[in-house]
């Protein structure tokens, strides 16, 4: 198998959904020899905050001289993107290989008459059998949906459980109630291990740092010596599509501020740090997001918006998340294309009708953003 057939077959299984269970992925995982198990792990829950805290972590331990996996999606500007050792993502070669194994593992189950496992567990297996093979010191892993059912919540041991904000999503799946929400997340807490909670005051940095701060401290006490490395590893943490400039003339910022605790956030960083700044927004959110609860809290924070589609088979019509902005923001048009999007907002900068540009929403639309932003500003 080549990493060309190796993509075709992940992407036939998207049509399996998302399932929430351990049965499957546990079956795979026995299949595959129980890779997990050979896992130092820190493993993250929450709504928002997991991947720019599980940033900062890595950062402070690879700083510390130590090898560190990290696994966490969906995947923003590379597929590859997901899996990183040291990082660095996994090749095109390793990808290939040991979907090619985990393939034949997935025929031998449904031959035996179980369930076809789905992307993400396949994904997940995939992150378990490289970090294995690997021989890594820590590996940081993401839970996908939740924490009690997710597909990572395998592990019978681990160094540490840390979870970040929680705020309202994936409500039909996971409770109607932020305390529901909080016990399925807290379900990656067993056998008595570690505990660090995310802050609740600061800005969104500001608690991500401290988070992965307070995790580190926890590892120092478990024998990990990262306690002077800790301001360096902070220093030098970057996070790509989370509050990145992509740009500096004209100021443009992409975040992936994709459910209403994130854009909360993001509308307090905006009154931090850009009180006085006229701005364009560029939205695009998935179908099954609370859009008109992040339109009540961030939609007059713009002097225009343009909503867009993305690229996504969930996506939110632009004119339908246009006409619920539009309750908060006359200033709101849906826009044809994500090019077209970004033209204009560019075209208001250079007009001087606003300063700057913020784009935000589902995570799936910030490589498009960036490359016709690279494409306009280069033509």
Not at 85 to 91: A, F, G, M, Q
């Amino acid at each position: 198998m080549n990493y060309k057939q190796a993509k075709e077959y992940l992407e036939s299984t998207n049509k399996y959904g998302s399932i929430l269970g351990l049965e499957t992925i546990k079956e795979l995982l026995k299949r595959l020899g129980n890779p997990q198990d050979k896992l130092n792990v820190v493993h993250f829950a929450g709504t928002n905050g997991k991947g720019s805290t599980m940033a900062y972590l890595e950062s402070i331990l690879l700083c510390a001289g130590y090898s560190v996996g990290k696994y966490n999606s969906p995947a923003v500007f590379d597929e590859r993107e997901i899996i990183t050792v040291d990082k660095t993502p996994i090749s095109e070669e390793d990808i290939a290989k040991y979907i090619e194994i985990i393939k034949k593992t997935c025929e031998e189950m449904v031959k035996d008459g179980l369930a076809q496992p789905t992307r993400f567990e396949i994904e997940t297996a995939l992150a378990f059998c490289f970090f294995a093979d690997a021989d890594l010191d820590i590996c940081l892993i993401e839970c996908g949906m939740g924490g009690r059912d997710d597909a990572t919540n395998v592990f019978d041991d681990k160094l540490l459980a840390v979870i970040t904000n929680i705020s309202l999503d994936h409500t039909k799946e996971l409770g109607e109630t932020i305390e529901e929400i909080k016990e399925n997340k807290e379900g990656i807490i067993k056998n008595d291990c570690p505990v660090v909670y995310a802050g609740t005051m600061g800005s969104i940095e500001e608690i991500n740092q401290e988070t992965a701060i307070r995790a580190a401290e926890e590892l120092q006490k478990q024998g990990f010596k990262l306690k002077k490395y800790i301001d360096e590893g902070i220093e030098e943490t970057y996070w790509p599509g989370r509050m990145e400039t992509i740009c500096e003339e004209p100021l443009f910022i992409i975040d992936g501020a994709h459910n209403p605790g994130a854009v909360l956030k993001l509308r307090d960083y905006i009154d931090l740090h850009f009180t006085n700044k006229r701005i364009t927004f560029i939205m695009g959110v998935l179908a099954d997001k609370d859009y008109t609860e992040e339109a009540s809290i961030i939609g007059k924070k713009a002097i225009k918006i343009y909503t867009i589609l993305p690229n996504n088979s969930r996506g939110l019509s632009a004119n339908k998340l246009s006409d619920v902005f539009s309750e908060y923001n006359e200033n709101t048009t849906p826009a044809k294309s994500i090019e077209e999007a970004v033209s204009c907002a560019l075209d208001d900068v250079k007009n001087n009708e606003t300063d700057m540009i913020i784009a935000f929403g589902s995570l799936s639309i910030l490589r498009d953003i960036k490359e016709a932003t690279n494409k306009l500003l280069n033509s």
